[in-house]
């Protein structure tokens, strides 16, 4: 509800009471008064019930430390004002409105008005009481809601790993059977050619890495991706001969850092499978530096004149995901794809 609708609602229900008070004493008691008179001391009591409901009862119970002392005396006090208020303010309307009969403040003053007074405060006492239990139950809602939310959250993330992870070991046959098909290849040309078999082998260790870097945990060391890279730019530099040109550098203390597997070196095979790596004046670069808990991994290429394999983009759109579902908010992945030159910059926050 908004706060214009509970004051409309507030001023609704306080003109009912009123209305209702007003025909009460005139029928059944025969009293009136002038409209003055009831506009003054009803704006007293409409006073007194917020007051009473906003400061006095809030503070006893939400900045006290004993609350229920703390608000008889409180109460007790606000009598008291109420009384004298009350008196002064009819003191001043009997010398503007003389009445028919004497002002006296005697006993039978005080315990009329004290009464209406206690009436009032048992208004704001159940009012008060009732808008506390709807905060109440509306705050334990909205932390049911946010609890259920983080487990829902939870749940969706570990459905997503095990599905990854199912989808993964169902695929591991075909590169199984690739992987022995290597050897056997191998183990049938490197006597002819030492060149072929070392490629062959580079190769068969780099599937190893793939099929045994998430069998038993989600990260591997850092140490162990970079081997794989290193290998990857070796086997490159068998395929392409003079006609590769790459600069890999390292900084930092690498050692006893753990990452998500296949990630950094996707990056490299993407900038390998579709960058101009063939011009000394222009080298590609591949760059790690790691510096507290921040690691910051960097690729730059020249463009391709004339693709050689289509650009699908999938390769970047799949560590897109695996990042975002491994490392949520802890990452940032920039791609910078110009005129000339290509560059992938990721940084991780281990």
């Known amino acids: 509800m908004t706060k214009r609708a509970m004051i409309l609602r507030h001023i609704l229900v306080w003109l009912i009471f009123i209305s209702y008070e007003m025909a009460y004493i005139k029928f059944m008691v025969g009293i009136t008064a002038t409209l003055f008179h009831y506009t003054v001391f009803y704006a007293l009591n409409i006073c007194l019930f917020y007051f009473n409901a906003y400061v006095i009862l809030d503070f006893s119970f939400f900045k006290t ?44 003053y005080i315990l009329t008005n004290v009464w209406r007074c206690i009436y009032f405060i048992g208004f704001s006492i159940a009012y008060w009481s009732m808008r506390y239990m709807v905060m109440f139950k509306e705050k334990n809602h909205l932390m049911e809601t946010e609890q259920l939310k983080h487990i829902t959250d939870k749940l969706e993330l570990e459905n ?130 790691q510096k507290d808990d921040i690691l910051v991994f960097k690729t730059i290429n020249r463009k391709r004149i004339g693709r050689i394999h289509p650009k699908s983009g999938l390769g970047l759109r799949n560590i897109k995901k695996r990042l975002m579902n491994y490392y949520q908010n802890q990452y940032a992945l920039e791609i910078l794809d110009k005129d000339d030159d290509f560059s992938v910059m990721l940084i991780l926050h281990l």
């Open 65 to 108: 430390d004993r609350p229920y002392l703390n608000a008889i005396c409180l109460t007790v006090v606000e009598i008291m004002v109420y009384l004298a208020i009350k008196y002064g303010l009819d003191y001043l309307l009997s010398k503007m409105f003389p009445p028919s009969v004497k002002l006296i403040f005697g006993k039978l």
């Open 160 to 289: 997503k790993y095990i599905s990854a992870e199912n989808a993964y070991l169902q695929n591991q046959i075909s590169p199984h059977l690739l992987f022995n098909s290597l050897n056997f290849i191998y183990n049938a040309i490197h006597k002819l050619s030492e060149r072929a078999g070392k490629g062959i082998m580079l190769l068969a260790d780099i599937m190893r890495y793939s099929l045994v870097s998430s069998e038993d945990n989600r990260t591997v060391p850092l140490k162990k991706e970079l081997e794989q890279i290193e290998k990857l730019i070796e086997l490159s530099r068998l395929r392409f001969k003079e006609e590769f040109f790459i600069r890999f550098k390292k900084k930092g203390k690498l050692a006893g850092t753990q990452i998500l597997p296949m990630t950094l070196i996707t990056l490299v095979e993407n900038m390998i499978k579709h960058g101009d790596l063939g011009d000394a004046r222009h080298p590609a670069l591949v760059s790690l530096e």
